[in-house]
């Protein structure tokens, strides 16, 4: 794998002030958002909330009705293969694999914005294309190596389990060079083993200087894996900090549950407990028989 010299701290992504509204539908709402090199991002929030739809922003699936957003320094261009060939790959929530294309055929399409031949080139096989095909040949199987996935190359995707599957997306949007990666519930329908092994994998992109912003359901493999995780509800941010600032807030847990948190139901129980502790706590202090004891 290529490494790219990237300074640690410098940021890759800056998503200022994206609004996307469908008719009536606010999707998402101002919402501000940065990845910097070297770093692991996490975009948590209910279903609904507008996090693919935050993707497709940054992608160029979707042009924003509002809001700005750069890839190092540079506006993106409101088109993704554009946006690709700037450095920004992603996977999606659905996989979109080529079904009955060879896992290598896949990875291979995935360099098409990175070799002077292109996407139909790649298919029809031209003969610029065998020119370039050697070395886009090693390159994929590398990729297909570092995801674990070599041994399959020749299967058919659509042979490959869920789980494999996903890891050859991944793999598919390395192929295009990216400086950064977007990865969309990239552990849904995972096992817990197929869940910490794609955890290492992102750790090993993270290290081979590829910036990563993942969206995910599972809260453990979030929190293990993320510098900072911001939370998305009804397409605002609502919090947005490291793994233990997003895990002690209140509001998030409260949009999780569904509920509003003021004047949550419970709140007169949970004020008696703390009343019948508060009276409680001089008894214990003063344990019968301890002090004396002593
Ligand atoms: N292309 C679209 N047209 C209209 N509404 C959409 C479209 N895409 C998403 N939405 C709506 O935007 C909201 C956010 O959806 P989505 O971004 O998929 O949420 P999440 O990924 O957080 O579950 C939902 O209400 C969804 O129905
Ligand atoms: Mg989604």
């Not at 609502?238 to 549950?257: C, F, I, K």
Request: charged fraction near 25%; aromatic fraction near 6%; glycine fraction near 10%.
């Amino acid at each position: 794998m290529t490494t790219q010299t990237i300074t640690r701290g410098e940021t890759v992504l800056d998503a200022r002030g994206v609004t996307m509204r469908f008719g009536g539908l606010t999707a998402v709402h101002n919402v501000d958002l940065t990845v910097d090199s070297g770093e692991i991002v996490g975009l948590i929030g209910p279903n609904g909330a507008g996090k693919t739809t935050f993707f497709n922003c940054l992608t160029g699936l979707y042009v924003p009705t509002e809001g700005e957003v750069r890839f190092k320094g540079q506006v993106l261009p409101p088109k993704s293969f554009k946006v690709t060939a700037a450095g920004i790959a992603r996977t999606f929530q659905n996989i979109r694999l080529f079904a009955n294309m060879s896992v290598l055929e896949n990875v291979l399409v995935g360099r098409h914005t990175r070799t002077k031949e292109g996407f139909w080139a790649a298919i029809l096989r031209s003969p610029g294309f065998h020119r370039a095909e050697r070395a886009s040949r090693e390159r994929a199987m590398e990729l297909l190596e570092f995801v674990g996935l070599a041994h399959k190359a020749e299967h058919l995707a659509r042979n490959l389990p869920y789980g494999e599957q996903r890891k050859l997306e991944i793999a598919r949007a390395l192929a295009s060079e990216p400086g950064l990666l977007l990865l969309d519930e990239p552990t849904a329908g995972m096992n817990p083993q197929e869940t910490r092994a794609t955890e290492e994998l992102v750790f090993a992109i993270r290290d081979k200087g590829i910036a990563v912003l993942v969206i995910e359901h599972d809260m453990r493999f979030i929190f293990n894996l993320c510098d900072r995780v911001a939370v998305l509800v009804q397409g605002e941010k609502l919090v947005e900090g490291d793994s233990a600032t997003v895990q002690g807030d209140e509001r998030v847990v409260a949009a999780y549950l569904g509920e509003p948190f003021e004047d949550a139901p419970g709140a007169e129980e949970i004020a008696e407990v703390e009343a019948a502790e508060a009276q409680a706590a001089p008894t214990t202090d003063a344990a019968p028989g301890k002090e004396s004891d002593r």
